[in-house]
C-alpha cells in the first residue's frame, strides 16, 4: 500500500497570506490528523477528521482550519499567516477506531517571512 | 486529557550497545495505546513499536522492546544492538480517543 502524502513538501509564504496544505491517506484509513512541530513548542495536535467531520480539536486559533473530503483527503488551510507559524506540519492517517496506530506522511515544511 | 513526559532531551550510545530511553504518561481514560516513533534527519515520523494498555505483555520488534509499568505509567523503551542507523529523535506518545499527544522527544546519536 501506497504510504500517506503530502503536498506540497515545502511552502514559502509572507505574513498575512493563507496557505492550503494537502494530504491523502493510506487506501482505506478513513481518519486523518494534523499536527505542528516547531522547535520550541514539539508536536502539538491540531485537529482529527474521521467521515468528512471534525472529531477531536486541539488548542489552536481559528485562523487554522480543515477538512475533508469524501475520498478521505484533507486539506488544512492557515489563513492571515504569522511568523510563528513556520514549522513542520505532518499529516497522520489511521483507519479510525479510537486507539487505531497513526501513520505519518513525510511532512509539509511551511517557512513564513 | 493526556500528558507524556520525556525528561532526557538527549542520549548517546554505542553501535552495538544497548540503550533504554525512558518515558512518563499520564492519562485519566482506560482504553489507551502507547507508542514509540521514531523521526530521522528526513523528519519521516516512523512507527518503531505499540502497546495495548490492557496487555501486560511487553511488546517487542526485532531489537526493540518496551519495559510498561502500568502503575507507575512508565513506558521505556529498550534498542539492543544500537546500529549508526538507530541515530534519530524518538517520540513516545499515548492515544486514547483518537488524540494522539507526543512527549517532547529525545534525541539518541550512535556513536561508532
Known amino acids: 500500500k501506497a504510504g500517506v502524502t503530502q503536498t506540497p513538501r515545502y511552502l514559502i509564504k509572507t505574513r498575512g497570506q493563507q496557505v492550503t496544505l494537502s494530504c491523502s491517506p493510506i487506501?482505506?484509513?478513513?481518519?486523518v490528523s494534523w499536527y505542528q512541530q516547531t522547535p520550541g513548542q514539539g508536536l502539538q495536535f491540531l485537529f482529527e477528521?474521521?467521515?468528512?467531520?471534525?472529531?477531536n480539536k486541539g488548542n489552536f486559533p481559528g485562523r487554522f482550519s480543515g477538512r475533508q473530503f469524501s475520498n478521505s483527503r484533507s486539506e488544512m488551510n492557515v489563513s492571515t499567516l504569522e511568523l510563528g507559524d513556520s514549522a513542520l506540519y505532518l499529516c497522520?492517517?489511521?483507519?479510525?477506531?479510537?486507539?487505531?496506530?497513526?501513520?505519518f506522511g513525510p511532512g509539509t515544511r511551511l517557512l513564513v517571512l | 486529557a493526556q500528558t507524556v513526559t520525556q525528561s532526557q532531551p538527549e542520549m548517546s550510545v554505542q553501535e552495538a550497545e544497548t540503550v533504554t530511553l525512558s518515558c512518563t504518561y499520564d492519562t485519566s481514560e482506560s482504553d489507551y495505546y502507547l507508542f514509540w516513533y521514531k523521526q530521522p534527519p528526513s523528519r519521516q515520523m516512523i512507527l518503531v513499536i505499540r502497546q495495548e494498555a490492557y496487555k501486560q505483555q511487553n511488546a517487542t520488534e526485532n531489537r526493540f522492546s518496551v519495559n510498561f509499568q502500568k502503575a507507575a505509567k512508565s513506558f521505556s523503551l529498550k534498542i539492543s544492538d544500537s546500529q549508526l542507523g538507530d541515530a534519530a529523535m524518538y517520540f513516545c506518545a499515548c492515544v486514547a480517543n483518537s488524540k494522539l499527544t507526543f512527549g517532547k522527544g529525545i534525541t539518541l546519536s550512535v556513536r561508532p
Open positions: 497522520a492517517s489511521s483507519r479510525g477506531t479510537a486507539q487505531e496506530t497513526q501513520y
Open positions: 477528521y474521521f467521515s468528512e467531520t471534525q472529531r
Open positions: 487506501s482505506g484509513h478513513r481518519s
